[in-house]
């Protein structure tokens, strides 16, 4: 009987563990706050004739890139894109080699580039970003981003986006959201692989872009893209990207910085449930730790505001069980 | 014996009648030369394991809107709100009784509006579309299309929408089409009233816009429409538009005028099955007559170009079976 009782209680530990494993959608999370509320959230937005339910076409997520989905340090992906870009394409520009910021640059690296300032920034982004096709653009990114590898994780950058916003990601869409990204990066150095890495389609990424413009060339439409900004997606940009490209207001919205900071103001402005989460740096072992003083996804004025108005603030090195998907199961994806 | 036959004969023709009907999901076309096109096109693009297949996520459909898919004569509808601001206005702006263009359109109406030009219009459409915030402009928009009425057809603009088009809608979408409407018209000016009446939402419209900017406001983040072009959503715009909203091209497009030219070019050069499709006004006794001499809706080079390239031209007067929804039944809706 005794025997029968202890097998009958480790069984019923065991259904219990696996029925734990099954149904918890976010099983990258440690149990907490942060874990807690988002699982709250989204079933009160979901509950059907309660007075916190949502119609599910209002159920609009959005989510900051850089450092919120994917690492951004030791600089932004896309940094690293145009110092690579711009060594390939330094062959057929030999005025590079005394021209500014473009020869110090190439002998700098990521520190010359970052030294530049906006004004240098602006000037590589062009020379490395314009002057080609909509679809020839495309074709240099997917294949950089197929073998460039990060410089401290050794694996494609597209391996280098965290485990746990995944899972968010995909929790949210099962409960009949629409997911956004809202980022600074350029929004035609996304797109090509954010639908394989995040299951976000491309007309769900919205970011900063150069014009373009429509063109016959023998007789076949292009779009070229062309050496001038069009749109900055960053701070009081996020707003207005998020009003011109979804015109509805988002019920939740997810950062790490202050560039950040006006999109969740936005999104906490609206009526009805919401939910915003700034994700905090904090694991300088397993990825990063950074803040207030960062050059890189400065975190200072919208912590402070997260604090204030009780904003969830991810831990990462407390509230997130593991940073990465498993390389090998990522990698056989790609 | 004969009595029997007939009577199956004509049970037979009840619901061989009653099944065509509740199968033809395009009753308002004639039958003919674009609803077979389009009907084979739909059926093409959704065979599995066919050449023609394409995959879901892929079948794009874009429209024009004025002219395309409700009426644009006899001035745009856009204008129309226009006039009818600027009188509502006009109270508040004294200067405006020697000030021009204001002083003549409030004088001459639509055609004075129209005989001042580009320059003119745009100084017009400032006035009355910027200086709000986005929720504002919405209200007001809401508002005017609750009660404004089309001068010939005595109905609410919304419901001077063509029915075969309402029809042609429904039908891709149920097989899996994403609609989208790209238009030469303010984006800010259709999503109040689009997913109501065309079952389009908000974050698939395309459209011109002016520029905004994110502000506090008594605590209150808002959003302010400022008077100054941000994107012209016309031609060439067209493929830009679409490239920069969607990032994908689409596999269908629907217009009316030479300002969609560009927008089915860009639809026609993608690979695959592809639909180019131009309503053509012939019909002036139900609703309008007009193409190539025309100042709203010129329909001149694209028509040439869709004759060339053999694109469907829809035949207002030939094709449709009907132009309007039932009022009744539209009415009912709003």
Known sequence: MRRIAARTLLLLAACSAAGQNATDPLPSWNDGGPKQAILRFVKNVTAEGSATFVPKEERIATFDNDGTLWVEQPIYTQFAFM????????????????????????????????????????????ATHAGMTTKEFESIVSEW??????????RPYTQCVYQPMLELLAHLRANGFKTYIVSGGGVEFMRPWTEKTYGI????IIGSSIKTQYEMRSGEPVLMRLPEMDFIDDKGGKPVGINEFIGRRPIAAFGNSDGDQQMLEWTAAGSGSRLMLLVHHTDATREYAYDRKSHIGRLDKALD??????????????????????????????
Do not use: N, Y
């Open 201 to 204: 389609p491309p007309e769900q």
């Open 145 to 154: 981003m197929r073998t460039a590898q990060h410089p401290r994780f050794h």
């Open 305 to 334: 505001e997260a604090i204030a108005r009780s904003w969830i603030v991810v831990d990462m090195k407390r509230d997130w069980k593991t940073i990465f998907p498993e390389a090998s199961v990522r990698g056989s994806e790609q």
């Open 83 to 126: 110092l690579d870009r711009l060594r390939v394409l330094a062959p057929q520009h030999p005025e590079w080699r005394t021209q500014q910021p473009f020869q110090a640059i190439l002998t700098g690296g990521a520190e010359a580039l970052l030294a530049g300032g906006e004004r240098g920034l602006m000037q590589v982004g062009m």
